[in-house]
């Protein structure tokens, strides 16, 4: 295990992403965190669907939380926090209240991560989806051992 991985899934279906999203949902853990990174579209909302599914979070919960910036699902396995930056300012990102969801108990997935400065936040995993024709390619690259470890997992399908 060197700590970095990389793997890349092509999801034909809106329920493909999803499918993914709820494989990684039944693998992640207290502190887990996931950067979502992809165009206006590309599945980032579909994916936390799939996680917070994986998580069994009551599947009504999970709506885009673009007006709200941060949404809270309780009632699955573990709390799942559901961040959105797309109307995050400028260079005005609260680091601190980010930070301590990244590195709370629950798992937190933040769509249009890369609003943020490089290296601002270590959320280990990252997960960049791009339109290709037909669907979408969801590249994980993970960072240290335990988002390796995660990627690992999903590589070999359990
Ligand atoms: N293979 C696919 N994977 C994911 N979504 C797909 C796929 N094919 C079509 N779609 C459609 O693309 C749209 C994805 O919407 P979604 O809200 O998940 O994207 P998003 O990346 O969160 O967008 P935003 O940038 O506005 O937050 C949905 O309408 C979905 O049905
Ligand atoms: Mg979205």
Same mark, same amino acid.
């Given at each position: 295990?060197?700590?970095?991985?990389?793997?890349?899934?092509?999801?034909?279906?809106?329920?493909?992403?999803?499918?993914?999203?709820?494989?990684?949902?039944?693998?992640?853990?207290?502190?887990?965190?996931?950067?979502?990174?992809?165009?206006?579209?590309?599945?980032?909302?579909?994916?936390?669907?799939?996680?917070?599914?994986?998580?069994?979070?009551?599947?009504?919960?999970?709506?885009?939380?673009?007006?709200?910036?941060?949404? &809270? $699902?309780?009632? #699955?396995?573990?709390?799942?926090?559901?961040?959105?930056?797309? =109307? /995050?300012? %400028? !260079? +005005?990102? *609260?680091?601190?209240?980010?930070? &301590? $969801?990244?590195? #709370?108990?629950?798992?937190?997935?933040?769509?249009?991560?890369? =609003? /943020?400065? %490089? !290296? +601002?936040? *270590?959320?280990?995993?990252?997960?960049?989806?791009?339109?290709?024709?037909?669907?979408?390619?969801?590249?994980?690259?993970?960072?240290?051992?335990?988002? +390796?470890?995660?990627?690992?997992?999903?590589?070999?399908?359990?």
């Amino acid at each position: 295990m060197t700590g970095i991985a990389t793997l890349a899934l092509t999801a034909d279906t809106v329920e493909a992403t999803e499918a993914i999203g709820r494989r990684l949902g039944r693998l992640v853990a207290p502190g887990d965190a996931v950067a979502l990174v992809g165009d206006l579209g590309a599945g980032k909302t579909a994916f936390v669907r799939g996680l917070a599914a994986g998580l069994d979070v009551p599947p009504h919960m999970v709506a885009s939380p673009t007006f709200t910036m941060i949404a &809270e $699902y309780q009632g #699955g396995r573990l709390p799942l926090f559901h961040i959105d930056l797309y =109307r /995050l300012e %400028p !260079g +005005a990102p *609260d680091l601190p209240v980010l930070e &301590e $969801y990244v590195h #709370g108990a629950g798992v937190t997935a933040i769509e249009w991560a890369d =609003r /943020l400065p %490089p !290296g +601002a936040l *270590d959320a280990g995993l990252s997960v960049r989806i791009e339109y290709v024709d037909p669907g979408r390619r969801l590249t994980f690259d993970g960072q240290g051992i335990r988002a +390796a470890t995660l990627v690992a997992a999903l590589a070999s399908g359990t």
